[in-house]
């Protein structure tokens, strides 16, 4: 894997700005950082080049998503893991899903529209090759949520 460059403050200062609201303007930007138009501009071209701005996305207020979410816990058979992984990037419930130390392997965050249907997804997991054991935490309230700006 490449290694991305170093960052400038302005640019920690730009991505600060980009995850709060990724659909600012680039005068605004350039306002809010104290630079010009053209050099907000050239920050992100080169940003996005090397890799350090992977995409833009939309991000959905909590109460526009009907249904729950859980974090997921699952610790899985180390030679079953690389399977599981690739079956679960392909299950639509997952939102992201991270490997982790600890006494599980996997954590995968899971939206669902009903705990019954959150329910019947983890029978579902239990069923794959390799999966030892689940332990799930549906989510209540969020209290801060950087990537939200909340």
Same mark, same amino acid.
């Given at each position: ?12 200062? $730009?991505?600060?700005?980009? /995850? ?17 138009? &053209? ?7 080169? +940003? ?35 399977? +599981? ?11 992201? $899903?991270?490997t982790?130390?600890g ?22 997991l ?6 030892? /054991?689940?332990e799930?935490?549906?989510?209540? &309230? ?9």
């Amino acid at each position: 894997m490449d290694q991305l460059p170093a960052l400038t403050d302005k640019d920690e200062a $730009l991505i600060g700005l980009l /995850r709060a609201n990724g659909r600012e303007s680039v005068a605004n930007l350039a306002r809010k950082l104290g630079l010009s138009r &053209s050099s907000v501009q050239d920050r992100l071209r080169r +940003l996005e080049s090397c890799g350090v701005i992977a995409g833009y996305t939309v991000r959905l207020a909590p109460a526009a998503v009907a249904g729950i979410r859980a974090h997921v816990m699952i610790e899985v058979q180390p030679q079953a893991a690389a399977a +599981l992984i690739v079956a679960l990037r392909s299950e639509p419930m997952v939102e992201t $899903l991270h490997t982790v130390s600890g006494k599980c392997d996997l954590v995968a965050l899971v939206a669902a529209c009903t705990t019954q249907r959150l329910d019947q997804w983890l029978d579902r997991l239990a069923e794959f090759d390799g999966v030892i /054991r689940t332990e799930s935490a549906i989510i209540l &309230s969020s209290k801060l949520d950087r990537r939200s700006g909340g």
